[in-house]
């Protein structure tokens, strides 16, 4: 196949986080205009918040018809589906844990591309798996799911510095994707199961400023 | 005139917003300052948006002290026709209605002019018609307009549509822009006054994951 | 010392940004990943979105891991220091008046280096000094402490403009900056302790379109 890994990966990202965020939206009751916007600002969201702080403008999606074409595709999947099934939560669920492994790799591949330093990259990283998510919820006007209880930007940094210490040992490139991929959905999966949150500090007062 | 058609649709649509978005400020009892903001971040953030995506920055308003004095002047018009008139609802949405007609227009133009393909050109028309009002109603936590019954969004696309064809059939620019910017502001007006909306799609599970 | 004034000033500035920006995050009980986001977001923002406009990318904090350890130590001490105080609402309040004055003399410096017009070196000023704060309180699904009824872009706006006048009129560099950081933070302190308000204007209608 001609296609290179990052660029199917980047596709099968878009795919997952779009099925996830069209879920999102149909479970708010939005209409279909209000899905197509949030099925789009939840799958290219976080990719372009990266995009605009690293300067790599104009944004990916406006110059690769495959990104769009693969948010409307599923969209779509999820609109017929979604009318048939009832519980669909775990799927759902699933599918915005596969967008989160594939998205921070993507983010941090692009960060070392372009020779940040280390923690800049695992940043990047987290960005662009986290930030389409984050600005879906702000967009629905709800806490973003990064701030509630299960750990959740925590496994994509995880995920990321291990990538990043694969590549900085030369590991093999594919191995250490798909590895660092399959960690992130694995580790997220189990966080959400079992209930795992990172333990609370200490706050002596309660009240605001 | 020397100015160019496309600077006039520019200005026009800054003083419509400038003028809606000072409205939704005031409506709030925010202080002169909070309206200041508003009535900026609502003139010039779909703009703003479309012209940090695209990579054309610094963007447009840092450069052009026109625009920033446009906003001014409907800020000010605003401020002291408000004080006097107590049912200015309609005046008000039809202004946005404007805004939102003369924005696409420059949006999707912007698009045209760097070669991007159909269905980037109309988003990028939506962003610049609609996402001043989305950043505005963030600012001020409240679900976005876009994202409520009546169509918003849909009616900016349909025109953006449409403004494409006209163009990529040679039209003649300016009628094609006219007309556009009129269907838009006619067809929002008819959404609103008869209550239209989208077909709302079944959802069979109402919970949150 | 070899580190230019300006440096240290953002230095500070970040500083100052991280303590309250922790200390917002830890009253909410965010977990320490919460924080870490809060504080990070608080504290690079403002500075973030007006790189952004201006198309200084990749944006400063990226490229400067001065910016990031500065986080990270601000963050570590709110922590260490939060955990046995109770009540420290009036030293975070200090530590954002202070972010609030060294970050606006930053943002118009910017802007005057770039050789933007007046006003807009003004609004990158406020921009630098504010919206790390409106990025945090949105990302926290709060109103913006910019809207409530204090002053506080104003304070900013009122700073900027005596320090874009005085470097106009050739004042001393290092004076007009020490100037008018003092006089943002004093101003900041009074308005608050007084609880001085904008006069409001009046509306006519309070009903929502």
Known sequence: MDLPFIEIIIILST??????ATSSAMRKHLDIFGIVIIAFVGSVGGGTLRDILIGNTPVSWLQNTTIINTVVVGMLLTLLVNRKLKKINYTLFIFDAIGLGLSTIVGVQKGMDMHFVPGVCVALGAVTGCFGGVIRDILLNEIPLIFRKEIYASVSIAGGII???????????????????IFIVVV?????????SLPSVYVGSNKDI
């Open 163 to 181: 990538f990043y210490a694969f590549t900085y040992f030369n590991f093999n490139e594919k191995f250490s994707q798909l590895f660092c991929i």
């Open 188 to 196: 997220r999966v189990v966080v959400v199961k079992y209930k795992l």
């Open 15 to 20: 795919l997952a986080f779009a099925i996830s």
